[in-house]
């Protein structure tokens, strides 16, 4: 059975995530998660998570760990440089990744209009736009669900991204192609 160490900056990343690894690599995929409460909280604490992750799992090393934030507007690429070389000098006995979602985790659940539909118990139109360039997809996914009168959750995300389709979110989020690629490995 694989196990994945997680880490993020809030729960909603553990919800969704957590169930599109497990779409991608199989639903007894294990995910460990360490939720760290914010971006800046991630950007400081990740190194210490991922030395924890040696021991994580039974007592043993995960086999691969994620670390995945949020752009919100800012360089992905540079964003990644900066993760990478807080650990580029450590010897950890599984692979680790760094991602970015570009603007937000929403973007994501944003992509696939079909999976909001099953969540909002009625058809919801495709956003037209293209959705990485959505400037603040939180507020953007918020206001789709209130008119449907659905709150935005941890569990309603989780549900999104159960129902989502994978090549649906790829295609309208080409950072996703990072995420299906080292979860699919």
Not at 2 to 21: R, S
Not at 107 to 120: E, K
Not at 121 to 143: M, Y
């Amino acid at each position: 059975m694989l196990t994945f160490g997680l880490i993020v900056e809030g729960m909603y990343d553990v919800e969704v995530l957590t169930k599109l690894i497990r779409k991608c690599a199989g639903a007894n995929t294990q995910v460990v998660p360490r939720p760290c409460g914010s971006q800046s909280t991630l950007m400081k604490n990740f190194p210490k998570f991922l030395e924890g992750f040696r021991h994580d799992n039974a007592g043993g090393h995960v086999d691969k760990a994620l670390v995945i934030r949020d752009a919100d507007n800012k360089n992905p690429t540079t964003l990644i440089t900066t993760m990478r070389d807080r650990y580029r000098d450590r010897n950890y006995p599984f692979p680790v990744e760094s991602l970015v979602i570009v603007q937000k985790l929403e973007a994501w659940l944003l992509a696939d209009h079909n999976s909001l539909s099953v969540v909002c118990s009625q058809g919801v139109p495709e956003i037209q736009e293209s959705i990485e360039d959505i400037f603040d997809p939180k507020t953007k996914l918020k206001q789709i669900l209130s008119m449907y009168h659905v709150q935005y959750t941890p569990r309603i995300a989780g549900e999104i991204a159960a129902n989502a389709n994978l090549d649906t979110i790829e295609y309208r989020c080409s950072k996703f192609r990072n995420f299906l690629q080292y979860v699919s490995q």
